[in-house]
Structures are given as C-alpha cells and as structure tokens.
C-alpha cells in the first residue's frame, strides 16, 4: 500500500468516526482530544517500526565488520597485505554474502598452511626434553599461528640447528665417553653412578633404541656438565700421578747413578710398572723406600763422589783457590742429607755455568792446547841430540818440525784474535775480566804479547813470505798505556786499512754488546786529538800526506817527460799537452818564466787569487796516498 492510498483510507475512516460522534453528539473538544490520541498511538506504532529496521541493518553491518575482519586476520597470519577499509556492494545482505565466500576460501588455504606448521612445531618440541635452554621455544604458538613464508622458514631453520646441536651433542658424549673409558683403564678405575654406567654402555653392542635413552639423557644440559667435570677429575688424578711418577722416576735415576745399579736391571724395572694405576705408583714408592735405605747407609760414599764431581768442574772452568774455597761444604767434615743436597746443588750450578761459558771455555782451551803444543816442541828442539842420536834415523823428522812451525805460525794469531774477542766480549756483557787460576787471561795474553816482542818477530816469520805479506793486513788489539784504553797497534786512518767492525770484533752483531768498545775507542780519540791541540806548531798527518803527494807527482811528471824527449811519435809535445786537464795545486806557488825541471820547460800560469770557491778542499790530493802506517812513527 502507498502512502496515498493509506491517507484516502485514513480519510475515510476519520469521516467514518466524525458522523459517529455526531451521532452520539460528543463534544468537539473531547473529539478533537480523541483524534490527538489516536495519531499519537499511529506515530508510536511507526516508530517502534523504524526501530526494529535499524537494529536489522545494524546486525547486518556487524556481521560484515566480523567476516571482514576474520578475513583480514587470516591473510595476515598467511603474509598478506589486506586494506583495513571495508569495500561494499550494491546492499548490505549481498556484501555480507560475498564475504562469508571469502572467507570459507581464506580459512581453507590456511587450515592447509596450518597443518605443516604445527607438524614443524611438533617437531621442535621434540627437541624441548633433550636440548632444554638451548631450543628456542617463542617459535611455538598456540593461538593466531603465522603461517607466512618467514614464519615456517625460521621453524626450518629452528630444526636444522637443534639437528646439529643434537648430532654434535652426542658426537661430543660419545668422545668424552671414549676418553673416560680409556682413563678408567689407565687410572685402574670403575664407573661409580649411574651416568658413569651410561657412558660405559654406549660402547657396548644395546639396541639403538637404548641407546637413543642413553643420549636423550646425557646431552641434556646437565649431563653435559657432569661429563666435563667427570672428565676434569680424571684428567687431574692422571697428571697427578704422572707428576707423581715422573718425580721418582727421577729420583730413582739420580739414586741408581749414585748406587751404581746397571742398565739392564734399571730397564726391567721401567718395563714392569709403566702405568698409572695406583698398584705402579706403589711400586715406584717401594723402589725409592729401599733406594734411600741404601742411600742413607752410603751417604759419605756418595758425598765423596759429589766432590770429585765438584773438582772436575772447577778444573773445567779454571777456579782458583779462593772461588773453591767459597763452597765450604767441600770442605766440611759434616756427611749428611743436608750436605748431599748441597753437594748436588753446587754440581748443578757449576754445571749450568759451564753451560753458559762454554763458548769461551772452548776458545781457552784451544789457544792453552796451542801453548803445551808450542812447549812440548821446544823441550823436543832444545835437545840436539834427536838429530844425531845412535839408533834407527828418522829422515822425516825436520820436515815435521817445519811444518808443525808453519801450522803454529797460522794458527796461533788466529787463535789469539778469537779468543780476544772473546774476553772482550765478556768482559762487556758481564762486567767482569775472565779469570783463568784467579788472574783475567786477556791481561796475561796482552802483558806476554808486549814483553816479548820478537818472539812475535820470530813466530811470524817462521811462517814464510806468506805470512809477512798479510801481516799489514791482520789486525792486534792490545791494551794502551792505561788498563782501561783499548787500542790499535797500527794508524786507524790510514786509505789501506779497513775499520775493524763491531761484527768481527766480538763475533756478534749485537750493538749493546758493542757500546763498551766504542766508548773506549771515542775517548782514545779525544785523547789524541787534545794531544795533537797541545803543540799547534807540529805538522800534522795531513800536511804529510800533501807534501808527499806533491813530491810524486813531481817524480812522475819528470818520469813521463823523459819518456816523451825520447820518443820520436810524440816530439812535438809539450808537457803541458799531455797535463792539460790538469788541477791546479793550491799547496804550491806558480812556477818562475823559464824555470826548468830537468831540461823540461814549464809554461808559466797565470797568477790567481783565492775566492770562496777556491776554499774547499781539492781531494784529489789524497789519490794514491801513502800508508799512514808508514808516517805514524814521525809524529
């Protein structure tokens, strides 16, 4: 019905009602009030009408809200992008029916997803009772799972890294088993717990799935710790008793040198107690027991021994008098532990120190067995007679002794050089002379060396022209006029000669061993030089060599004119011609016109001033320089 029709009928009905109260003859105002009523109950009626419609459409729009927003939720879990704006249609019924659609589909697709998910958590749970804190468990939901992409691949990830922490666990339990099993054997020990029992059975033939038991429990956190502990204890009562064995061992060793016990016996002994089980530590226990009996009945033999020991060692190392006096238990009639102990400390000490020399011991010991070569060979030509004895000759004999001559000549300076070099050098590093009986060996070298003059003569000579050629060339240190000053035996600066260098003279290229050395040297120089300071007037090394120089070239100069007046190729030349090129010498005045040298005319030079340029010193001066060695004894 429209609202035109309904309003005719109303019409109607109202004229209706208006002829029935005329025919009552109701008041106007009472009818005029009952038509108020009755539109009131009309209007009500419409109204309650509009109500229930409103609360329909309001349902409706809800229910849509719902299902949009399930949707919404799905495709997020599953990583999708949805808008957060609804999208309507036509009417709200027919939106809300394309959404139920939608989303029966969108709960399919992730049932599906969901269903792998949980089979993948399922799985990192299983690792939850065997790795415990290791396994990361805010992974596993229970409520809106993700089912995106980057949700199962860190699941996947979760499980292949419990995998291999699972599979190194038990790689790690079944190492540490085999490593207590094998302490156990050594130590002679047994499994004490139920743990201990488990790592024992992993290595005996048990159906894997006891063994899966066995490892569920032992890589677990705390067994873990227990294996590392367990096997710590061990590790530390083995290297206990190692130490423990290793330490009578020597013992024993030092006892069965001092007792004299054979090899063989020793050996029988080692073979039998090789282990570490408490039963061998006894028995190395009982040996050294019996060993200090037989100690402690001998110790005077032993102490005896100790001091011959002590005697050799200070042979080798030339001691005098004073320094074997210092150990007073040699000299003590007191034979106990104590002294031993004391005796056995000072073998050591002396032996360490013989260590620690023994460069130098062995270049002592060769230049003292050159000297008893050198005296047996004297008393042996000292006595005529082993020419012209009676008995069988021996033609041989002075070629021997000449030989033996020419090796002496060759290898005594060399032997003195090393072994200077030696002392030298520790002098330098420890402060103090070499002593050799109590007196340093370089002061007895350098003072035979400088009151025997020709005997050095003669020992150089014998070894020929050979030797005489190079004797410019070796080097001698010696001391100078004070105990401290090192010096040189020839000039140091002479064009010749090659500075010594710190290499050669201490065999070594450390410079702090050198720095002793050098200052000597520096200070020897500054002596000279406030020598040399002292007589201003006196020439000095300088003007010898310029003066010398001069005087060759002049020899040369007329040398090569009288080759030239000679020569019939090169007549026209003058001196002059084949000098040309020649320096001009500041050191000398120009020549006189017409002066001669030798039949031989010099053309004059012109005069010429000194300038600033002039000043520097012509070098050339030096070429071809005599050996200052030569001059050193002029000044």
């Known amino acids: 019905m429209s609202t035109k029709k309904l309003i005719n009928e109303l019409d109607k009905r109202l004229q209706k009602l208006h002829l029935l109260h005329d025919e009552i003859g109701t008041a106007s105002d009472k009818q005029d009030e009952q038509l108020r009523a009755l539109f009131n109950s009309m209007l009500h009626v419409a109204d309650q009408h509009y109500d229930q419609v409103a609360s329909e459409r ?28 609804v999208t309507y249609n036509n009417s709200l019924l027919s939106t809300l029916q394309d959404l139920k659609v939608e989303r029966e589909i969108v709960e399919k697709h992730y049932q599906k997803r969901l269903d792998g998910v949980i089979e993948l958590q399922q799985e990192i749970n299983s690792f939850v009772d065997s790795l415990e804190s290791f396994v990361n468990r ?15 691949t860190a699941l996947e990830e979760e499980i292949r890294r419990c995998q291999n ?14 490593r207590m099993i094998d302490l156990w054997l050594m130590l002679g020990l047994a499994p004490q717990n139920d743990r201990d029992s488990a790592m024992y059975q992993l290595h005996d033939e048990i159906p894997e799935s006891e063994k899966s ?17 367990r096997i710590t204890e061990l590790e530390d009562t083995r290297q206990e008793r190692e130490f ?42 009982v040996e050294l027991g019996r060993l200090m009996k037989l100690k402690a009945e001998r110790i005077e033999e032993f102490i005896y021994d100790a001091r011959q020991d002590i005697n050799r060692l200070w042979d080798q190392l030339y001691m005098s008098i004073e320094e074997r006096q210092a150990f007073v238990p040699a000299f003590s009639p007191e034979y106990s532990d104590e002294a031993l102990e004391l005796h056995e400390n000072e073998i050591a000490r002396l032996r360490q120190l013989i260590q620690d020399r023994k460069f130098i011991l062995e270049k002592v010991d060769a230049h003292m067995k050159l000297l008893e070569e050198i005296n047996d060979f004297k008393e042996t030509t000292n006595d005529p007679s082993r020419l012209f004895g009676k008995g069988r000759r021996d033609p041989g004999r002075l070629l021997r002794e000449e030989k033996f001559r020419k090796r002496i000549a060759r290898e005594l300076p060399k032997s003195k050089d090393e072994l200077v070099a030696a002392l ?41 022209p050979s030797a005489d050629k190079g004797k410019g060339k070796q080097r001698r240190l010696r001391y100078g006029d004070d105990e401290d000053d090192l010096c040189y035996s020839r000039a140091a600066t002479s064009p010749g000669y090659k500075s010594p260098s710190m290499r050669y003279a201490f065999r070594t290229p450390q410079p702090a061993r050198t720095f002793d050395f050098n200052t000597r040297l520096a200070e020897r120089s ?106 050193s004894d002029e000044l």
């Open 58 to 85: 309001d349902t409706i729009e809800a229910d849509i809200k719902s299902e949009y927003q399930r949707i919404s939720v799905l495709k997020r879990l599953m990583g999708e992008y949805v808008d957060d704006s």
């Open 138 to 152: 805010g992974l596993v939901v229970h409520e809106n799972i993700d089912v995106s992409l980057p949700a199962v």
């Open 165 to 178: 922490e699972h599979r190194a666990r038990k790689q790690r339990v079944n190492e540490s088993a085999r």
């Open 213 to 229: 038991q066995l490892y569920a429990e032992l890589i677990k956190d705390d067994g873990l710790e227990y294996i590392a502990q």
């Open 244 to 285: 423990r064995r290793q330490e009578v061992i020597q013992q024993l060793n030092h006892l069965w040198e001092r007792l004299k016990i054979p090899a063989e016996e020793r050996q029988v002994f080692l073979a039998g107690t090789n282990g570490l089980k408490t039963e061998d530590i006894e028995k190395f226990e």
């Open 424 to 464: 030298l050098e520790y002098e330098v590093t420890t402060g103090t002379s070499f002593c050799v009986y109590g007196k340093p060996y370089i002061r007895e070298i350098t003072a035979d060396e400088n009151s025997n003059p020709k005997k050095k003569k003669i020992n150089t000579s014998a070894a020929g």
């Open 526 to 631: 500054r002596r000279l030089r406030a020598m040399r300071d002292e007589s201003p007037d006196e020439p000095s090394i300088l003007h010898h060599v310029r003066e010398n120089n001069i005087r060759k070239r002049k020899a040369n100069a007329l040398r090569n004119g009288k080759k030239l007046r000679h020569s019939s190729s090169s007549s026209d030349h003058t001196l002059e011609s084949l000098f040309s090129d020649r320096i001009p010498d500041e050191n000398t005045a120009p020549s006189e016109p017409g002066s001669e040298m030798g039949g031989i005319v010099f053309q004059q030079q012109p005069p010429k001033t000194l300038s600033d340029d002039d000043l520097s010193l012509n070098i050339d001066i030096f070429d071809d320089g005599p050996e200052l060695s030569d001059l």
